[in-house]
């Protein structure tokens, strides 16, 4: 489905149209030609047809497929330009049934998911998106913070508020509890989990700077106890690589890694960090993180190398293979493939983008008030 598509009935128009550029423009028009009437009245017409006009030409200008609010999307938006942006990819806005806040997101080749505020859970088999938990795996509404899958036909892993953990077979939907490990009530941040030899794993990075690993077989986990690899400041984010190497990094710029699927780390050694580390991703070519001041690190051959990618702040990266993605505010995703310089994608919402995942058949960027956008993930 496409961003804006009329045949979804005004309702369900109206909501995801909030959403588009197109409606904060006709919002900014809207206050500045309202000011002006203190000149001349008559500007009161003009703010009025400024806002409405805009979404009833998008609603009965769409045709069937909706091509006529793709074109509109894809004009340069906002804090965009021609220049900066790039038609490697489409992305669309998803029909999503929450307005809740998303913070993270995971795309195998079974479906996609995305979590969020109160509890939310959000997924996407192929079918269409559906809510799966709307008030969480203990229904206490504790905010999910992270989701991971482990991919070739194994479980989804989520995590958040309250020592809040549960894995989702893909398979049928269904979820089972595991939260509060070992008693463990804090609130965890994120989550990775990988297939094992014997089974699932699973790390839990929490708020006080500690990673905890789970061994999950025949229905149980086997908890082991919580690791700090840095100074205990908050982590901001996990990954597993190929076989047992993982990485994990925090607010207190620290990269550490680990070759045995969490059991003990090491210091990456990235050091002299502009900005805050925002999230780690394991790419073919070895571990990425993002900071908030716009730069994204990545590690060759044992050195980190700062690559500018935006003026703001990057919220999420992910990878796969050769292609990268980051997000931020205001909408923006950014894309580099194959070694090539980091390009702003044209995407139509100006919501800020907490969580980027590419994986399967598809990219996901989620965030603010439900916002799922797609691409094709190849």
């Known amino acids: 489905m496409t961003e804006l598509d009329g045949r979804d009935g005004p309702a369900t128009f109206a909501r995801r149209y909030t959403k588009t550029w197109v409606h904060a423009v006709a919002t900014a028009a809207l206050t500045a030609f309202g000011t002006l009437t203190v000149v001349d009245q008559r500007f009161a017409a003009v703010a009025i047809a400024a806002y409405v006009l805009p979404p009833v030409v998008l609603y009965l200008g769409v045709d069937g497929d909706g091509d006529a609010a793709a074109a509109s999307s894809s004009e340069t938006g906002p804090g965009s330009s021609a220049a900066s942006a790039t038609d490697s990819a489409t992305w669309t806005l998803a029909s999503v049934p929450t307005d809740a806040r ?100 699973v790390l839990l990075g929490d708020g006080s700077g500690r990673v905890r690993r789970g061994d999950y077989r025949d229905g149980s986990v086997a908890w082991r106890d919580p690791v700090t690899p840095g100074s205990g400041s908050s982590l901001a984010g996990l990954a597993f690589g190929a076989d047992a190497t993982g990485w994990v990094c925090d607010t207190s710029q620290g990269v550490f890694e680990t070759a045995d699927a969490g059991r003990s780390f090491t210091d990456a050694g990235i050091g002299g960090v502009t900005g805050t580390l925002t999230d780690v991703a394991a790419t073919s070519a070895g571990p990425v993180v993002g900071t908030d001041a716009g730069v994204v690190y990545r590690r060759d051959s044992g050195s980190w190398t700062p690559e500018r990618v935006a003026d703001a702040a990057l919220r999420s990266v992910a990878g796969r293979g050769d292609r990268w993605l980051a997000c931020g505010d205001d909408g923006a995703v950014f894309e580099r493939a194959a070694a090539a310089d980091w390009e702003r994608a044209v995407t139509p919402t100006t919501e800020s983008l907490n969580g980027v995942a590419v994986g399967g058949s598809r990219a996901l960027a989620v965030g603010d008030g439900g916002t799922v956008l797609e691409c094709d993930g190849q």
């Open 102 to 201: 998303l913070y993270d997101a995971a795309s195998t080749e079974a479906g996609a998911y995305a979590v969020g505020a109160d509890g939310t859970l959000v997924a996407d088999d192929g079918t269409g998106w559906e809510t799966v938990l709307s008030d969480g795996p203990r229904a206490q509404s504790q905010t999910l913070r992270g989701v991971d899958s482990v991919g070739d036909g194994g479980g989804v892993w989520i995590a958040g508020d309250g020592g809040t953990v549960a894995r989702v077979d893909p398979e049928t939907g269904r979820h089972v509890d595991h939260s509060e490990p070992a008693g463990d009530t804090s609130n965890l941040v994120a989550v990775a989990a990988s297939s094992g030899p014997d089974g699932e794993r």
